[in-house]
């Protein structure tokens, strides 16, 4: 070290962890540790290390109201598992613990067999939907709660009954729990640090829930009266959902899903403006609009779109409705109407990995769809250049802008099951190749 140079360490925030002083030849080597308050060092124990730097910006706004609500929800856990001994007998001369067992087991097995069936159902929707799953998994949580209320008031079958569908919705909740939590973590993580912000995680509800059951064992002490105990757990479910919807609120997703790359489009199609993440994340439905819900310009045609296999789009004819069939480079759609209605499927081709485009397209032919009536839908087809046709170089603009606005382009978000591709080929089995289509939008469209 030369003479007169002061050199720092610094954590991944800048702040100065240790000055050092002198060479320790011709000055004395000197290192001082930065003092750091009680207070901010008890708050750094909980934090993923670096922060705010190592997490977005929406990550302490989210573990605030998680906090919150996991508070609320071990109080409420306690007043419900009181309500369960009572229903399996503790306390009654006249119980049975074999029947107890039995009720036991029963709810236990029923409910990891659901656990299985949840998980090979709707996983893969989990992760495009997380918001909605953070949310519809405390919906669950709440309602098994309710019903253990229920428990002792009930005779042993309807008894039976509600331990095993308040079992089944734990494991619901449990299924969306972890695995939206999974993906929100990878959403704050933003340095690789998942594993550590996870341990961080895991000590805040350790003290959260440690706070919420002192105070609950106050609370299950004092308040015993029936009618109490359901007044308060209503209050308390209320904050709890409260909380959660905040929580997910604060989130600002930045994959494309359905619902979002449809708010992010249309807002294109009507000013020409891209929106980013924190916009989108403010007029996003939780709980709504997750479907793939589109409409027309003017909000005459309401309807949604799929993604489909081609025998999906190909077989489905449903009675009273018109179809119209349109194919281009990178998958088939089927466009079906009645009345102030439509419905779309979308077959991705082979080699497509992103089916963002194809969205784009959907929430475009949705968006015009009162202008395309005026001459009849089909001339919005088979004409060259369609009613609202935005060509591929304008798309690469588009998506370009989308990615410096700080949307995750490589995240499929779109597709909520297994993802399947259509192989085309001649009636040999030969792929076709590419250039057999009349124009680069779209081919000729029929009408059934």
């Known amino acids: 070290m030369s003479s007169g140079k002061t050199c720092y360490d610094i954590d991944p925030a800048g702040d100065v962890l240790c000055t050092y002083t002198g060479d320790g030849q011709k000055e004395p080597f000197l290192a001082t540790k930065t003092v750091v308050p009680t207070a901010k060092a008890l708050l750094y124990a909980f934090l993923p290390a670096g922060y705010p730097h190592t997490v977005t910006t929406d990550y302490l706004p989210y573990q605030t ?10 109080i409420t856990s306690l007043l419900a598992s009181r309500a369960v001994l009572e229903g399996l007998g503790v306390g009654s001369s006249e119980a049975s613990p074999t029947g107890a067992l039995i009720l036991k087991i029963t709810g236990d097995t029923i409910s990891r067999i659901a656990t299985i069936l949840f998980a090979h159902r709707m996983g893969q929707a989990i992760e495009p939907e997380c918001k909605f799953y953070r949310f519809l998994a405390d919906i669950f949580n709440d309602a098994a709660q309710f019903l253990d209320l229920l428990t002792p008031a009930l005779p042993y079958l309807p008894k039976l009954g509600v331990i095993v569908s308040a079992g089944v919705l734990r494991s619901l909740c449990g299924v969306a729990a972890n695995a939206s939590k999974a993906s929100l973590s990878a959403h704050f993580a933003v340095t690789g640090n998942l594993a550590e912000l996870n341990a961080k995680e895991a000590s805040q509800e350790t003290v959260v829930s440690l706070l919420g059951m002192l105070v609950g064992s106050l ?43 449809t708010i992010v489009f249309r807002e294109w199609l009507e000013s020409g403006t891209v929106l980013n993440p924190a916009q989108v994340s403010q007029r996003e439905s939780i709980l709504m609009n997750g479907r793939g819900e589109l409409s027309s310009k003017t909000g005459d045609y309401t309807g949604f779109c799929d993604f489909a296999t081609y025998g999906e789009l190909k077989g489905w004819n449903p009675r009273g409705y018109h179809r119209y069939d349109l194919e281009t480079k990178t998958y088939f759609m089927g466009i079906w109407h009645r009345g102030g209605y439509f419905y779309m499927k979308i077959a991705l081709k082979e080699a497509v990995k992103s089916p963002l485009a194809a969205w784009f397209d959907a929430v475009n032919h949705a968006y015009h769809f009162g202008s395309a009536f005026k001459d009849g839908l089909e001339s919005h087809y088979e004409s060259e250049k369609p009613l609202g046709y935005v060509d591929e170089e304008q798309k690469e603009s588009i998506f370009a802008a989308l990615g410096a606005a700080g949307w995750d382009l490589e995240a499929n ?25 009349r124009h680069p939008g779209h081919q000729e469209a029929k009408h059934d």
């Open 219 to 261: 609370v299950v002490r004092l308040v015993e009266d029936k009618h109490k105990v359901w007044g308060l757990m209503i209050i308390l479910a209320g904050c709890h959902l409260a909380m959660n919807y905040r929580a997910v609120r604060a989130v600002r997703m930045t994959s494309l899903n359905r619902q979002r790359a």
């Open 413 to 437: 978000a779109l597709e909520t099951r297994l993802p399947v591709r259509v192989r085309v080929g001649d009636k040999k089995g030969t792929p076709e190749k590419e250039g057999l289509l």
């Open 65 to 74: 109201y998680d906090s919150l609500q996991a508070f609320a929800s071990s």
